[in-house]
């Protein structure tokens, strides 16, 4: 493990990692470095609860009004929520599936791939959009409130092969954190779906970091939370600068670790 992130951080120097990103990810080795040792301490109730969270949060990002104690009650319960669309319910449950999934991943050791990825969005719009479920789009789309405008669908095919490209050439040398945070900005920037690429993005980030003994990195769904994440990506989309991206990631997930850590070592 040592080696490993002294490798990480001769890295980051050698990509010209900002100072201020570098001393965050030293914090996060830290934190890190502490969560190893607490693994034997993992509940699978504190798992399943932060979990849930996730797909609350994600889900609200996205505009589903379902609270967290209604997210619960699907998920959990089986239940229906009088008031909510039948396309909230599925995506709750779409949402919990695809988490499922990608720590089967993690579990089988499976890197990234095509089929992988075109398999977490199939689940992430099973019953809500079949046709469009696992498949790259073929009409050109618009991000709403974004200046940023994605590719044509033409070339969608070959910047995804480029965009796994880039991840085969840089998935062992780049800092877990920095490569978990560009993947997902490389991806929902091409935008390769008809929908669902904001969720499919933060489950291929979160991937990356289980799959390198972190854990899942939440952003929260709240108003400020919301912009200040859509502000970060929309300037390394337009301006071709991922500092405050990268930093905001760090930061969600240094807070997640923080708080895990929190719990498991009282």
């Known amino acids: 493990m040592a080696e490993k992130e002294i490798k990480y951080r001769k890295t980051s120097a050698a990509k010209k990692i900002s100072k201020t990103v570098q001393n965050i990810l030293d914090e996060i080795d830290v934190l890190k470095s502490k969560l190893d040792k607490f693994r034997q301490f993992d509940s699978y109730k ?31 319960e089986g239940l229906t929520i009088s008031g909510k ?12 599936e695809a988490i499922a999934y990608i720590k089967h991943l993690m579990e089988k050791n499976t890197s990234l791939n095509e ?3 075109l398999s977490i969005h199939n689940l992430i719009l099973r019953g809500i959009h ?16 974004s200046s940023h405008m994605p590719s044509q669908p033409f070339m969608v095919a070959k910047e995804m092969e480029d965009f796994f490209i880039w991840y085969d050439t840089n998935k062992n040398s780049l800092h877990p954190i920095v490569l978990a945070a560009e993947m997902h900005e490389r991806l929902v920037t091409i935008h ?14 979160n991937l990356i970091l289980l799959q390198h003994g972190y854990i899942i990195a939440n952003i929260k769904g709240d108003y400020e939370s919301r ?10 989309q337009t ?20 708080r895990y850590i929190g719990i498991i070592g009282q």
């Open 46 to 76: 504190i798992v399943q609860a932060l979990e849930l969270e996730y797909t609350f949060e994600s889900n609200r990002i996205e505009g589903n009004t379902m609270t967290l104690r209604a997210t619960d009650l699907v998920i959990n």
């Open 85 to 96: 669309s039948m396309r909230e319910h599925l995506e709750t449950i779409n949402h919990q």
């Open 115 to 117: 089929r992988e990825l």
């Open 130 to 145: 079949p046709e469009d479920a696992g498949r790259y789009r073929k009409v050109q789309v618009m991000i709403k409130g």
């Open 192 to 205: 390769p779906f008809i929908d669902g690429n904001g969720r499919t993005s933060r489950l291929v980030m």
């Open 227 to 236: 912009m200040q994440y859509y502000q970060t990506l929309e300037t390394a």
């Open 239 to 258: 301006k071709n600068n991922k500092e405050d991206f990268l930093l905001f990631i760090a930061q969600i997930e240094k807070e997640s670790l923080e």
